[in-house]
């Protein structure tokens, strides 16, 4: 299993500004993964973040609007740049299980709750 | 395309049995997953199947069917605190990542 934490748990932002998430793993993992979620939708995946590799973008998703670090194999963090109010959402990390590799049981961090007005 | 197809909301009296559908048509399978989510709170990981059959995990079980691309969560006797969203999610390949079902709404009423 793994614990994951997520900083911040929520914000309230202004449009144009930029967040940053974090996501700390208290195992060592090798992918870590970026979900969008809106309230009673399912999970959208950003982008998978592998460490000493760029990260790998979904369709609808480019890096200059989340750009992603993993600089270790235990953090990652989503940057959301030039905010405007449809950024507003729930945004998860997850990491696959560090001792099932295989991706189908990932564990998720609480989530951080943006708001952009 | 990929899809998967589940019900958008399910309602169960508590202690009974519901069942979960979900079929699916995704390019590649590797397995099912099915994950419970609380409002509020971050998916969980409940089950995964990658094989014909049914697997068992207290109340919860899960059964797949790979000819039919098809597959079922069945939760058993049925408490209040199940009241949650429940996702199915295909993995397509080796590359890890899932790819989600809209999510059922489970409702249990007393």
């Known amino acids: 299993s793994a614990v994951i934490s997520q900083k911040p748990s929520r914000d309230i932002c202004q449009r144009g500004t930029s967040l940053t998430i974090q996501c700390q793993v208290d195992s060592q993992v090798t992918m870590m993964f970026w979900y969008r979620q809106q309230p009673g939708q399912s999970l959208t995946l950003i982008a998978t973040?592998?460490?000493?590799?760029?990260?790998?973008?979904e369709s609808g998703f480019v890096i200059d609007k989340f750009p992603i670090s993993r600089p270790n194999l235990t953090f990652s963090t989503l940057t959301v740049s030039n905010m405007s109010p449809e950024d507003s959402s729930i945004y998860l990390c997850s990491v696959e299980d560090p001792e099932r590799r295989g991706g189908y049981e990932q564990y998720f961090g609480p989530g951080t709750r943006l708001t952009v007005t | 395309g990929q899809s998967l197809e589940q019900p958008s909301e399910v309602t169960a009296v508590e202690g009974a049995i519901v069942q979960i559908n979900c079929t699916y048509q995704?390019?590649?399978?590797?397995?099912l997953s099915w994950y419970q989510q609380h409002d509020g709170g971050a998916p969980t990981f409940l089950s995964y199947?990658?094989l014909d059959g049914l697997e068992e995990t207290g109340r919860f079980s899960s059964f797949l069917s790979r000819s039919d691309s098809y597959g079922y969560l069945l939760l058993q006797e049925l408490q209040m605190k199940d009241s949650a969203s429940y996702f199915c999610a295909v993995v397509p390949d080796s590359n890890y990542q899932l790819i989600w079902g809209a999510g059922t709404k489970l409702i249990i009423k007393p």
């Open positions: 995704t390019s590649g399978f590797y397995g």
């Open positions: 973040a592998n460490q000493g590799s760029e990260a790998t973008y």
């Open positions: 199947n990658a």
